[in-house]
């Protein structure tokens, strides 16, 4: 157990006493030894100005009163200090071009609680992010004020696709990140459905004074949960895929999708099952792979994925 864990637990331990309580309990419950409890008990007279008072007949520890004493800051078990350094350096990430200067308080007090939790250096945790998606952070600011003032947005947007801009007017419904990059999902007033739009596509984005148009929360949930990655919608397909033996170990720790079917073959390979809307994110998954997965079915789907690979194919001719 850590220090600043035994001070607090020790400061739990004699405000719930009702009688004073003995040295060899309270090292029990430290599970340390008698000196390491006078030194903590020490630590909180001294450090913190605990009114800690000896028993003179038992020799036992008890708070002369309770409710005039308060451990500063916030008390923390193992695991939460370790969400919250991990979410330390999830911060500071955003924090080098997304809402900067509240992001920088943010960070500084949470270095601060993490001190004193005897976490003094944060260096031995590093967070690499691959094909890591920017978006602009003035675009980010105004995308997030308007959700939060439920105001619709104008926006620019300029599609991978095409390459071509349009213009847009939306209802913002909430911000995800997904896979390193930020998107905005929302209701377009132009195609009258739900879309998401990658942020660093946006190349202009207005608040306007029109209030955002409520979208029922049965079409949202079915929406973004029945089907395939960012590009979701009512799922229209099942891809079937085979997965390899070789590979087989590795693709069952991913999760593709949250109605995803697996079964397991009898030679170590694998029957993958994954509802879809859009192929796009999932033909560039299954691409990831190789000649290790192998689509059965939609015909669609197949003949999609041999058109991109002849296409690739071409480069090299």
């Excluded at 739990?12 to 090292?27: D, G, R």
């Excluded at 350094?85 to 924090?95: P, R």
């Excluded at 920088?104 to 945790?125: A, F, M, Q, V, Y």
């Amino acid at each position: 157990m850590k220090k600043q864990d035994k001070i607090y637990l020790l400061d739990q331990m004699l405000k719930s006493a009702k009688f004073p309580i003995s040295k060899e309990y309270i090292a029990e419950r430290l599970e340390c030894s008698i000196a390491t409890v006078y030194r903590t008990i020490s630590d909180l007279r001294d450090g913190y100005g605990a009114p800690i008072e000896t028993n003179q007949e038992t020799g036992g520890f008890y708070y002369q009163n309770t409710d005039s004493f308060e451990l500063p800051g916030l008390r923390l078990q193992s695991d939460e200090i370790e969400a919250l350094l991990m979410a330390s350096h999830l911060l500071e990430d955003i924090q080098r071009g997304l809402l900067k200067e509240p992001l920088s308080r943010l960070l500084e007090n949470i270095g601060n609680l993490l001190k004193e939790h005897g976490i003094k250096d944060k260096r031995n945790i590093q967070i690499i992010y691959a094909l890591f998606r920017k978006a602009n952070k003035d675009i980010f600011a105004s995308v997030f004020s308007a959700l939060q003032n439920n105001k619709r947005i104008e926006i620019d947007y300029q599609a991978r696709s095409t390459n071509e801009t349009t213009k847009r007017i939306v209802s913002p419904l909430k911000l995800t990140n997904y896979k390193n990059a930020w998107y905005l999902d929302s209701w377009c007033h132009l195609r009258q459905g739900i879309r998401s739009f990658a942020l660093e596509q946006i190349i202009q984005c207005t608040e306007l004074t029109e209030d955002c148009q409520s979208v029922d929360s049965e079409l949202l949930k079915n929406h973004f949960s029945g089907s395939y990655g960012i590009f979701s919608g009512e799922h229209t397909h099942t891809a079937r895929l085979k997965v390899s033996a070789k590979v087989a170990k590795w693709v069952v720790t991913e999760q593709w999708h949250s109605k995803q079917n697996i079964t397991h073959l009898s030679d170590g390979s694998l029957f993958l099952e994954v509802p879809y809307h859009n192929d796009i994110e999932l033909i560039m998954d299954i691409l990831r792979y190789g000649k290790n997965i192998t689509v059965l079915s939609p015909d669609s789907l197949r003949s999609n994925i041999k058109s991109t690979i002849e296409s690739m194919l071409n480069n090299y001719n």
